[in-house]
């Protein structure tokens, strides 16, 4: 995974983007997902990223997918709403200071919490504090508020939500978005699960943008095709 380390006291640095030379199959692909949501929903500028289950890639995938937007020009953030595991916030060593929860509690304006990176037109937005009961959070004025402002402030807002399966803030947030992407590991997320979390998302005003296949092997002949480009 990507990390963040802090280069001074207020910004953040994207040390390693993995895939970021024109020609890699990682940035293409990339690039391509971007298309692919730009063509299927023009309208969707909050993106609600989710997975099954742990450990299929969301965090990874939607850092990453925030900074390819980035780097085209769009003024991005990129909002840890993990507030049961936020393990974007822990690897930058971010939990635990201001953040999205501090922001739905009210305790600072969103502004305050949002910090800059090193890559141009990416922000970040830490967790913050880990509540006792984030689904309250999430139904209160406050967020309703804060969707509103960062609507007019940004191109594109990405959340980078629990698994779908296992916290219903996905849903929750996924509602109040313009469309939700699952991400979907290879060889690992089962069939009946992927129908399932499709089957929430859908539930929420036809929601669901598309799926993101992640961690696919490619093969030689893959390989070659791309090189060949």
């Excluded at 895939?19 to 690039?31: H, M, P």
């Excluded at 299927?40 to 900074?67: D, P, R």
């Amino acid at each position: 995974m990507s990390a963040l380390k802090k280069s001074h006291e207020d910004i953040l640095v994207w040390e390693k983007l993995p895939g970021t030379e024109v020609r890699s199959i990682f940035f293409e692909k990339l690039n391509s997902i971007q298309s692919s949501i730009q063509f299927s929903n023009n309208k969707a500028q909050i993106i609600t990223v989710t997975s099954a289950h742990k450990g299929e890639g969301k965090t990874f995938t939607s850092m990453n997918l925030a900074a390819v937007y980035a780097m085209q020009g769009k003024r991005v953030l990129i909002i840890d709403a993990d507030m049961h595991n936020p393990r974007l916030s822990k690897s930058f060593q971010q939990v635990n200071k201001p953040g999205f929860s501090s922001v739905l509690t009210g305790v600072v304006d969103y502004q305050e919490a949002v910090q800059e990176t090193g890559l141009e037109n990416l922000y970040f937005l830490p967790v913050g504090p880990l509540p006792p009961a984030p689904t309250k959070l999430l139904n209160s004025e406050h967020f309703q508020t804060f969707i509103a402002c960062v609507r007019e402030a940004y191109d594109l807002i990405l959340f980078d939500t629990p698994p779908i399966l296992l916290i219903s803030d996905s849903r929750t947030i996924g509602a109040a978005s313009d469309g939700v992407i699952l991400v979907i590991k290879a060889a690992y997320t089962k069939k009946a699960d992927i129908c399932r979390a499709i089957d929430l998302i859908e539930a929420k005003q036809d929601k669901f943008l598309g799926a993101i296949y992640n961690d696919k092997k490619l093969s030689k002949r893959e390989m070659a095709t791309y090189s060949y480009y």
